[in-house]
């Protein structure tokens, strides 16, 4: 962890030739020209960061679960035999009604 704390993303330039490029070092060493092999200088240089990924849901697994979940009620319906999608209606209308004759003070 020490040793990617000390990791810079570093412009170097050629102090003899037109080379210029970038690296990622992790110490103050100095680095050759690769073109002329003369010595280089630090033009710029950017601290690097350890990135964590979010803990949040990857935008990868969201999409699969909302293909998934479009098709959802669909599918089960289809796979269900009459009857228990009958059932299923049933117990649904029932929790719908007790719920309103709830909300509603007692009914009609």
């Known amino acids: 962890m020490i040793a990617d704390a000390r990791r810079q993303l570093v412009t170097r ?12 070092e992790t110490t ?9 092999h003369a010595p280089t200088r630090r033009v710029n240089a950017i601290a690097l960061v350890e990135r964590r990924r979010p803990v949040g849901v990857s935008v990868h ?17 289809a796979a269900l035999p009459a009857q228990r999608r009958r059932q299923i209606a049933q117990i649904a209308a029932r929790a719908r009604w007790s719920r309103r004759s709830k909300r509603d003070g007692g009914g009609r």
Not at 28 to 36: S, V
């Open 13 to 24: 330039r050629c102090r003899v030739c037109e080379w210029q490029g970038e690296r990622i």
């Open 28 to 36: 103050d060493a100095d680095m050759d020209c690769p073109w002329c």
């Open 61 to 77: 697994a969201a999409a699969l679960g909302r293909r998934g979940g479009l098709k959802g009620g669909r599918a089960r319906a």
